[in-house]
T-cell receptor, first 115, second 114 residues
Framework: DTAVSQTPKYLVTQMGNDKSIKCEQN?????MYWYKQDSKKFLKIMFS???????INETVPNRFSPKSPDKAHLNLHINSLELGDSAVYFC??????????????FGPGTRLTVT | AQSVSQHNHHVILSEAASLELGCNYS??????LFWYVQYPGQHLQLLLK??????LVKGIKGFEAEFIKSKFSFNLRKPSVQWSDTAEYFC????????????FGSGTRLSIRP
């Protein structure tokens, strides 16, 4: 009974391609997030959705576009992939936006390698 | 800008040694505080959290952390580490004014020698 799942787990692709990463949570949470973890393990938030509404949009290239078809899903589409996009992307969810005792539950991550 | 500092990038200890990992944040208002752990090849898991009340909080696997407001610190401790504690540890801060955002530190890699 996976709480937060991501697909694919590994993604290897060439520069210039377009790819998507999917995330689903079965916890009944209202809020979902995308984080990028670089090679130095630094974890930085990219986007957050609450009930399908975008509430956090950090300084991320507009090649990255999140889409939330419903509150259990938050997908990440990346256009024109670049070498610098190589990283591990983590999806997370929480009951409410993180303004109270609402911890975030993380998915297993998607390791994206752009060649 | 709000930030979280973890001073130790890599800590190496022998089994049964005591552990303290430092975490400081730069924000003057009310905060929620977290420690997450990432075991090799796995996703992040919550170790413990502080929202209010007793500044000494206990988490899973024998970990605890103390919130010292005057020092803007939330250090993680464990009296006796095990080889299985080898992992990356992340401190995170959620400022009340940035309701949806959690800011992570850069992480501390803990290696335990058997």
């Amino acid at each position: 009974d996976t709480a937060v799942s991501q697909t694919p787990k590994y993604l290897v692709t060439q520069m210039g391609n377009d790819k998507s990463i999917k995330c689903e949570q079965n916890l009944g949470h209202d809020t979902m997030y995308w984080y990028k973890q670089d090679s130095k393990k630094f974890l930085k938030i990219m986007f957050s959705y609450n009930n399908k509404e975008l509430i956090i949009n950090e300084t991320v290239p507009n090649r990255f576009s999140p889409k939330s078809p419903d509150k259990a899903h938050l997908n990440l589409h990346i256009n024109s992939l670049e070498l610098g996009d190589s990283a591990v992307y983590f999806c997370a969810s929480s009951l409410k936006p993180a303004g109270g005792p609402y911890e975030q539950y993380f998915g297993p991550g998607t390791r994206l390698t752009v060649t | 800008a709000q930030s979280v500092s973890q001073h130790n990038h890599h800590v190496i200890l022998s089994e049964a040694a005591s552990l303290e990992l430092g975490c400081n944040y730069s924000y003057g208002g009310t905060v929620n505080l977290f420690w997450y752990v990432q075991y090799p090849g796995q996703h992040l898991q919550l170790l413990l959290k502080y929202f209010s009340g007793d500044p000494l909080v206990k988490g899973i696997k024998g970990f605890e952390a103390e919130f010292i407001k005057s020092k803007f610190s939330f250090n993680l401790r464990k009296p006796s580490v095990q080889w299985s504690d080898t992992a990356e540890y992340f401190c995170a801060v959620n400022p009340y004014s940035s309701a949806s955002k959690i800011i992570f530190g850069s992480g501390t890699r803990l290696s335990i020698r058997p």
